[in-house]
């Protein structure tokens, strides 16, 4: 991991932990010195954090926390659902049954295993197996353009994550087995609006939508 990946990742997780609020200065010289970089990374990080949303960049003045909330976060979850929906009907117009076989060990897994950790890995495995057997290289840059809301591993942040992925992603299969994209299409769908209801919960319980006084110079 580059040091601004580490510094992006950072600044992130002080957003969802609430030590910064919307509004608040991102303090440049102490998130270097937490790290133990350069001013260069953090500049690099805030960039990168502005393009995603999380922060807006005043000139001579530093980055500041953009506001957080609730549509913004539903939408981020319909997204997904749309284009993992959308490449997993492609997979099965264009692979057919074997999709399935491919997505079955690993849904398998899935359901038997309780460590956070390979949770989240084989979460990844399951929907890079998808986009890769839809075929659609733009989909795949369009999906790592879209950064993640949440901050490290989501089945550690996010109470009930788990089962809403073991379920999603045996209905996915299932219809896949059956030949019916749409079908997939949809619970793909169904299964990433879960996951944003419970990220929605998790952010609210975190105060993380409640309005700060602005601090923002004019």
């Known amino acids: 991991m580059s040091s601004g990946e580490q510094v992006r990742l950072y600044v992130r997780r002080l957003v ?3 030590v910064l609020r919307q509004g608040q200065r991102v303090p440049q010289d102490a ?3 937490a790290l133990g970089v350069s001013r260069i990374p ?14 807006t960049i005043v000139p001579h003045r530093g980055a500041f926390v953009n506001a957080l909330d ?3 976060v539903r939408d981020q979850y319909e997204l997904y659902g749309m284009f993992y929906g959308f490449g997993v009907r492609r997979a099965v117009e264009r692979r057919g049954a074997a999709v399935g076989e491919r997505l079955a060990p690993i849904q398998k897994r899935l359901f038997t295993e309780r460590d956070p950790a390979e949770l989240h890995r084989l979460t990844l495995e399951f929907h890079k197996t998808v ?3 839809a075929g659609s290289p733009r989909l795949g840059s369009l999906l790592r353009q879209m950064s993640d809301i949440v901050p490290g591993n989501f089945f550690e942040m ?4 788990a089962e809403v992925a073991r379920e ?3 209905a996915i299969v299932t219809a896949i087995q059956r030949d019916y994209g749409e079908l997939a299409e949809k619970e793909y769908a169904t299964m990433m609006r879960r996951l944003g209801d419970l990220v929605v919960e998790r952010f609210r319980e975190r105060g993380m939508f409640d309005p700060v006084p602005e601090q923002r110079p004019s």
């Open 131 to 133: 986009i890769d057997a």
């Open 42 to 55: 953090v500049r690099e990080a805030l960039i990168a954090l502005e393009r995603e949303g999380w922060v």
């Open 168 to 170: 999603g992603t045996a």
């Open 16 to 18: 969802f932990d609430g």
């Open 31 to 33: 998130v270097a010195e």
């Open 158 to 161: 996010v109470p009930g994550a």
């Open 70 to 72: 609730e549509l913004s």
